[in-house]
């Protein structure tokens, strides 16, 4: 199993600055790169001072010239607000700048408060589902060359993106599934597997790897699957509690902007009290410390071990919770030193 960092600029409040989180995004990113991680995802949102990443490309970009050995990946892109033209192109740059170590991750997205604002007239969920199908065979069509397109939603004459990506298909790409149509699309389309379980525990993570089993079978094909999870590696369990506290707390603001129904000021939606964290229906410290990957060491080690037993080829440890800088820094370091080891 491979081990990756996913990572953005993120708060719920304005205690640190944006240069402050960047740094701190950076700084993340050099113990992933110098710890042996494989590779560093980072997303793209917009307008959301909760998730702070307008375009990944960008900060892959900077990464790149701070490097030198992990992949650099965009986890993800969001279909609907791209023009597969525009997409293709700056993803083969990006190809071209990184020396050839992008990954490119595509998702259909997940806030509604997004599709208000990125796409005229707004869009759902399923219509966002629709883009991302027709994207992914744009994209590689481009990257191809002299590729035409009159779909649903995309259509152009005959284009070749430009420029091409360094290598000669392109950079592997990613999709984010969860129902069993996603999978079966990204394993027909020669796509890798991303995969995202919440808040459901092993139950979910078995699941999805069912759905992506159930994908390669269909098909006989077997790329890639990657489970991405927040992971928190303290050493005794009054850290820990500590640790699901605060990542019960960040879900509870996951969940109110998905909801998009609380007043945003300023990038930042409204505080929520105590008390609504308390009164949250499923999510819970209790919870977080039993579906999420947050243990000690040995805790973290075996349960990641079931997940290789399992299939998944790399666990990505999701690092966004609302932390300091320091405990970000130093759960990171634990994983590296202590529990990677274990599976080289």
Known sequence: MKFSLFAHMERVNEEQTQVQLYEEFLSLCDMADNGGMCTVWTGEHHGMNFTIAPNPFLNLIDLARRTKNVRLGTGTV???FWDPIRLAGEAAMTDIITDGRLELGIARGAYSFEYERMVKGGIDAWEAGE?????????????????SMDSKHYSYPETTSSPKPLSEK???????????????????NDCNVQVTPLWQGLDEVEGLMDKFNQACNTHD???KIMILQHAYVGKDEAELARAAKQLNEFYCYFGAWFKNERPINQGLIK????ADIDAHPFYSADQMRKDLMIGTSKQIIDRLKHYQDLGYDEFAYWSDSGMTREQKETSLARFIDEVMPAFT
Not at 131 to 147: D, I
Not at 271 to 274: A, E, F, V
Request: glycine fraction near 6%.
């Open 78 to 80: 969001i279909a609907p």
């Open 271 to 274: 505080p929520l009290s105590q």
């Open 221 to 223: 094909k077997r790329p």
């Open 131 to 147: 883009r991302l199908r027709e994207m992914v065979p744009a994209v590689k069509g481009l990257w191809a060359g002299n590729h």
């Open 170 to 188: 392109g950079p592997p790409i990613w999709v984010a599934a969860r129902d069993i149509n996603s999978h079966e699309f990204a394993v027909e």
